[in-house]
């Protein structure tokens, strides 16, 4: 019954998918063959879920802070940060949970930094996640004292990149497994309702008995986690932590990828699904834009005209058009209702 | 009327909305030199009605005449060129610029293509000088009152339309004071022979200015009357529909008031906010706080309530004194709290009356005990029925529902904690006449089942009507408390009213 609902309400996400995954398929037509290699799969669509990660994990942090009224800008910066914390442990001899563990707790660390600024400080949140978008990369050269620091003799840690489970890479079986944690959580409890009352009017949340300053802080939490998880994928992927590049730009993403899912800025009512979805649609773009053998040039400016067609159809104005046309025919449907009604 | 061309006239005008009705041949007509009330429900048509003639709706049928010409303005621009200027409840100026801005925003005197400061600083004098507001134009509208606000909103209505004027609830925020101003400005624009449309809940006001009325019902035109010997009886029922019953005065059971007091307020204050109070309030009772606005009546329930910190006295619930630093340890001593301004303190817009109704109780159980769909559910049902909340559905978002259907949900949101202690602060303004009876029934009858309530309110005869004990704020100041006998408005009036020489009215 569930699934029906999520479908309906999506239905402009899914079909931008669609759309461009058709698309995908025309300029390279083995787009959509999968094929088993070594016991894993392979295929441009494979591809699509592998590489989408990071923006997937962080498009799922920024989703709730988004729903607060709220607005991530640090996460990239995060990445950089946890991918050094993540190299320099596990070159430092640490074993892998030991390693896993520093960086998500680094993450935490971030995210709390972020919410208790918000929270506690009241600072506008595009201001007080700025200052470690701006900070995290100089923290992030500290850590790996200005070089990539690269583990190419620790299988362990690169395997959370580049390895395969159950014939699938790593980085889609964490990426799916934190969004269903992540969906289950905010869904069968009471978070999700929390989260939006505050995102719609944080005040009267607050006289109504909600515990406001500890949700934000636990939404930045959530965020930083999920920027945690994703730097160590991005870190484990290239086998070195790169603090100039690692998740460069990916807030950004993050951000487009939760306004393509249908979660406002203005916070409220917010989707997982959707924003999943949004990732993805930005995935097949990147995908679709390097399979179509554009000169490279071209790529940043295809990708900012198709979201831009994306955000069009999706605007206030084109949705109200739309709304408008189906009106037309439901107020047919009313009124025969109506005379129904009298006839009775 | 036989009298010469009426300035506006509505002939047989219809709307409907997605096929429901909004207006059925509707007739009005405004004389120039009148001030005409348009009363009614709300969901009567007055705002149809109102957005038809300014533009802002198109009618299904029916015409619209200005001085004996069919007019069909295509928007409010439009209806302000054909002289039809409106000014609403919420002023809708920009706050951060200044009067003489706000004045000519968007048709600034020109020279050599820029503004022409100067000039427009001397015609902003000049046009307020004929209001007798003598003001610096030069500063931020927001220095200024909300009453004061209110006339340049009129001011820029009038020099851009100057032949008809609405005024849609223009005193609803504004102290008695403020509303004689506003009067006087009124009464000045009737004398130059501007027709004026006047909405207003307060019936007071209604027959202070208003020369006719026009009551509207259901979408419907119930009549057309002059003002002068109307009887108010009659009013109330033409808007209702119904007979309205006898004032209910409530009996208050003489043992209560000997009973130990559930909720002790000792020295409680906070400086520049209100003095230190003492006041006992027992179950099975409501006091009253009566005041003017700005005399401490809100800042007093923020204090018991949790949202500001006091600094001087305490809170003892039962006997104990609490710690009331926050609205959660408020309601975890069961204690609950309806604002005044719904808007931005109560409503949760975007969610739907459901999540509204659940919402505080769901709050007190923390987000690990989720309240299961189907208890939600059955709790907004029961409370829908209830307090008969108007709506369609209970998944609509609780933003499209009236004033009085808000504030009954939000009343339905503190009832679902099964509260102790209840405080209402204004809990009737701004609703229509039948919400308005059936909240102050809610009242008495909560009351009767032993819960204690602190209320707040500027509708002095109802205050009487409900109160077991009324005490009387002045200057962030408590200057009386009323028992028995003494529960009256007059002797509100005159604790209010008593050696006022040194305070500040607002």
């Keep these: ?344 | 009327m036989a009298n010469a061309q009426p300035l506006l006239s509505v002939r047989g005008v219809s709307k409907a909305f997605l096929g429901v009705s909004a207006l059925e041949n509707v007739d009005f007509t405004l004389q120039a030199g009148e001030v005409h009330a348009l009363l009614g429900e709300n969901g009567a048509g007055k705002s149809t009605l109102i957005k038809i003639i300014t533009g802002a709706y198109r009618r299904d049928e029916g015409e619209v005449l200005l001085e004996g010409t069919p007019i069909h303005p295509r928007d409010v621009v439009d209806a302000q060129k054909l002289g039809i200027g409106t000014v609403y409840q919420e002023v809708n100026l920009l706050t951060n610029l200044t009067v003489a801005e706000n004045l000519f925003l968007g048709r600034q005197p020109k020279r050599f293509g820029l503004t022409d400061v100067r000039e427009m600083n001397r015609r902003s004098k000049a046009i307020l000088d004929t209001y007798g507001l003598d003001i610096d134009v030069t500063a931020p509208l927001a220095n200024f009152s909300v009453a004061i606000q209110q006339v340049v909103a009129i001011a820029r209505a009038v020099d851009i339309s100057g032949k008809v004027l609405v005024l849609d609830e223009p005193t609803a925020s504004l102290d008695a004071h403020e509303v004689e101003m506003l009067f006087a400005v009124v009464r000045q624009l009737r004398a130059r022979g501007m027709g004026i449309i006047f909405i207003s809940h307060f019936l007071d006001q209604v027959y202070e200015i208003a020369d006719s009325i026009t009551v509207l019902r259901n979408g419907r035109l119930i009549d057309t009357v002059p003002v002068a010997g109307l009887d108010r009886l009659k009013l109330v029922s033409m808007m209702l529909g119904r007979q309205l019953e006898a004032d209910i005065k409530r009996t208050i059971d003489p043992n209560t008031a000997q009973s130990e007091p559930l909720v002790s307020l000792r020295g409680l204050g906070k400086r520049g906010n209100i003095d230190p109070l003492d006041l006992d309030i027992r179950q099975g009772e409501v006091v009253g706080i009566a005041g003017l606005l700005g005399s401490g009546r809100t800042e007093t329930a923020q204090l018991v309530f949790g949202i500001e910190r006091a600094d001087s006295g305490t809170i003892s619930v039962a006997g104990t004194p609490v710690n009331m630093s926050s609205p959660r340890k408020a309601i975890a001593q069961g204690f609950a709290f309806c604002p005044e301004d719904r808007k931005t303190d109560g409503i949760v817009g975007d969610l739907s009356v459901r999540e509204n109704i659940i919402f505080a109780l769901q709050a007190q159980r923390g987000w690990m005990r989720p309240l299961s769909r189907s208890e939600q559910e059955a709790l907004a049902d029961r409370y829908i029925a209830a307090l008969d909340i108007r709506t369609s559905d209970r998944e609509k978002p609780i933003k499209f529902l009236s004033g009085g259907n808000q504030q009954k949900v939000l009343l339905a949101r503190w009832l679902a904690t099964n509260p102790r202690f209840l405080i209402l602060d204004e809990p009737t303004r701004g609703i229509d006449v039948g919400a308005h009876a059936e909240i102050i029934r809610l009242i008495i009858d909560l009351c009767e089942r032993g819960m204690a309530l602190l209320v707040i309110s500027s509708e002095l005869g109802e205050l009487v009507g409900y109160s077991s004990r009324i005490i009387v704020l002045r200057d962030r100041k408590m200057v009386s408390e009323l028992t028995g006998d003494e529960i009256s408005t007059d002797h509100i009036m005159k604790a209010i009213a008593s050696h006022d020489a040194t305070g500040e009215a607002a």
């Design chain 1, 1 to 344: 019954m569930a699934v029906p609902t999520i479908v309906r309400e999506r239905t402009p996400q899914l079909i931008v998918l669609v759309v461009i995954l058709a698309l995908n398929a025309i300029i390279s037509p083995g787009f959509f063959s999968i094929e088993i290699q070594n016991d894993r799969l392979y295929g441009s669509l494979i591809d699509v879920l592998n590489r989408g990660a990071p923006v997937t994990l962080l498009a799922i942090g920024m989703t709730l802070v988004i729903a607060t009224k709220g607005i991530d800008l640090s996460v990239g910066a995060v990445m950089a940060i946890v991918g050094a914390v993540a190299a320099s442990l596990i070159t430092s001899g640490y074993s892998l949970p030991a390693t896993l563990a520093g960086s998500l707790f680094v993450g935490l660390a971030c995210g709390l930094w972020n919410g208790a600024l918000v929270a506690l400080l009241d600072i506008q949140p595009i201001i007080a996640t700025l200052i470690l978008m701006v900070a995290g990369r100089g923290i992030a050269q500290l850590i790996t004292e200005g070089v990539i620091l690269t583990f190419n003799d620790k299988p362990e840690l690169i395997f959370v990149g580049s390895g395969s489970f159950l014939s699938l890479p790593m980085p889609v079986i964490i990426w799916v497994v934190v969004a269903i944690l992540a969906i289950l959580v905010v869904r069968r409890s009471a978070l999700g309702l929390l989260i939006e009352a505050i995102g719609v009017n944080r005040r009267a949340s607050t006289l109504s008995g909600v515990n406001s300053r500890v949700i934000l802080l636990a939404v930045y939490a959530v965020s930083g986690l999920c920027a945690a998880v994703a730097g160590v994928i991005a870190a484990a992927d290239i086998k070195g932590a790169d603090a100039n590049n690692a998740g460069l730009w990916l807030e950004m993403d993050a951000i487009l990828a939760v306004v393509i899912g249908g979660t406002s800025l203005l916070g409220g009512r917010f989707s997982l699904v959707g924003s999943l979805m949004g990732a993805m649609i930005i995935q097949s773009l990147n995908t679709g834009i390097l399979l179509a053998g554009f000169p490279p040039e071209f790529n940043l400016i295809i990708k900012a005209v198709i979201i831009l067609i994306i955000l069009i159809v999706q605007s206030p104005a084109s949705q109200a058009a739309m709304a408008g046309f189906r009106t037309n025919r439901h107020t047919v449907a009313v009124k025969t209702e109506n005379r129904e009604h009298a006839a009775r």
